[in-house]
């Protein structure tokens, strides 16, 4: 004789099982909640900010502009530049002002150049680089190992021809003579400029300049 077994309806084991995982699930939560409980919270001191690091970063987004609509505005606002630029350099790194000033009048025409105008370059710098960013003179057609360099500002130029003067092996002698006399005057200094361009009358345009032409300023 077949026994019989009755079946239970499938929507009472489809309910047993919901009913058993809520359980199952109601008791890892309530176990995992009192466990967060138990842990001590994180103690996370806030580090101590350094001012003159801050002022640093501000002073690099506050760069002074350059302009160039008068030999005045032109002399005053690159006189802020260079002051700019000394704020975040080592005393060891500064340059007579008028030698910088006279440079950059001598090679971008009181800044009306071409290459201070399209390519912010006050000094003529070149780059030998040819993934950064550079033009060419009129008179070149194409890349020949050199191009002139161009900055974001004409302010980044004058940072970057501190730099150079200050790290380039050309200018090793320059730096010496700095050395020995730290007072050491605008002429005196920029008889040692004479790698800078290869007219031999170089030197004596830049202090002809400084003789000449800056002595109305106040560059202090």
Known sequence: MRQYKPKIPQNII???????????TYSILNYSYKNVEEIE????????????????????????????????????????????????????????KEMIVAQAILESGWGQSRFANEANNLFG???FDKSDNWMLPETKKDWTGWGVKVYSSKCASV????????????????RMARAQNPNISAEEL???????????????????????????????
Do not use: M
């Open 125 to 127: 710098i070149r780059t």
């Open 190 to 220: 920029s008889l040692h400029l004479y790698r800078f361009s290869t007219n031999p009358k170089y030197t004596k345009l830049v202090i002809n300049i400084i003789k000449t032409k800056l002595g109305q300023y106040d560059l202090s």
């Open 14 to 24: 489809s309910g047993v099982i919901a009913i058993t995982l809520t359980i199952i």
């Open 41 to 96: 919270p994180i103690k996370i001191e806030t580090p101590k900010v350094d001012q003159d690091f801050i002022d640093d970063i501000r002073g690099a987004l506050e760069e002074p502009d350059i302009f160039s609509d008068t030999n005045e505005r032109f002399v005053s606002t690159l006189d802020s530049c260079i002051d700019h630029v000394y704020k975040s350099v080592s005393e060891d790194y500064r340059l007579p």
């Open 159 to 174: 940072r970057d021809y501190v730099r150079i003067i200050n790290e380039v092996w050309a200018y090793e002698e320059l």
